[in-house]
T-cell receptor
Framework: EPEVTQTPSHQVTQMGQEVILRCVPI?????FYWYRQILGQKVEFLVS????????KSEIFDDQFSVERPDGSNFTLKIRSTKLEDSAMYFC????????????FGPGTRLTVL | LAKTTQPISMDSYEGQEVNITCSHN???????ITWYQQFPSQGPRFIIQ???TKVTNEVASLFIPADRKSSTLSLPRVSLSDTAVYYC?????FGAGTRLTVKP
């Protein structure tokens, strides 16, 4: 069964450093998403991406965040200057056209900012 | 934005039916209602989705009243492996989640 993959599984960084979280969505999916989950809290929407542009973003997704689909397979989330409060699990998800909200989630990247 | 409210936790026993209700009073006309399951250290997993009335698949049923201001996820005959957090999802937003604990 096809699945969404994410790398790395765990990233440790120093405050102020840039990080790039990588995702490989399911190959024929057209919609891509990033979410985050702070430890013990609910999953929060960050951004959705379709047709090579952001289609929606939340208030969390400020100027320090950016997304990119550099080639036909990868979908990345960049955090420009990490803060302590960026420590969380980051989940990538993808969706096929016509599947409404049946998003397929990756296993997540745990980001720890020291 | 649709705001969802669901119980923080529920307990059940193996073999019982579990119903988890989510309220979404300001749901928009074009919003679907989706439920996800999450195990510790894993990403959410799609369970079921509906727009109105009743939807059933091999793992769950979803009941949505005519006004669509709430929805109820029904899990028939739960087992220990159904212990997880269940999220109501509307308008790109997850609810706070309901932690279901199934006891033997």
């Amino acid at each position: 069964e096809p699945e969404v993959t994410q790398t790395p599984s765990h990233q440790v960084t120093q405050m102020g450093q840039e990080v790039i979280l990588r995702c490989v969505p399911i190959s024929n999916h057209l919609y891509f998403y990033w979410y985050r989950q702070i430890l013990g809290q609910k999953v929060e929407f960050l951004v959705s991406f379709y047709n090579n542009e952001i289609s929606e973003k939340s208030e969390i997704f400020d100027d320090q965040f950016s997304v990119e689909r550099p080639d036909g397979s990868n979908f990345t989330l960049k955090i420009r200057s990490t803060k302590l409060e960026d420590s969380a699990m980051y989940f990538c998800a993808s969706l096929n056209e016509g599947a409404e909200n049946e998003q397929f989630f990756g296993p997540g990247t745990r980001l720890t900012v020291l | 934005l649709a705001k969802t409210t669901q119980p923080i936790s529920m307990d059940s026993y193996e073999g019982q039916e579990v119903n988890i209700t989510c309220s979404h009073n300001n749901i928009a006309t074009n919003d679907y209602i989706t439920w996800y399951q999450q195990f510790p250290s894993q990403g959410p997993r799609f369970i079921i989705q509906g727009y109105k009335t009743k939807v059933t698949n091999e793992v769950a049923s979803l009941f949505i009243p005519a006004d669509r201001k709430s929805s109820t996820l029904s899990l028939p005959r739960v087992s220990l492996s159904d212990t997880a957090v269940y999220y109501c999802f509307v308008d790109m937003r997850f609810g706070a989640g309901t932690r279901l604990t199934v006891k033997p």
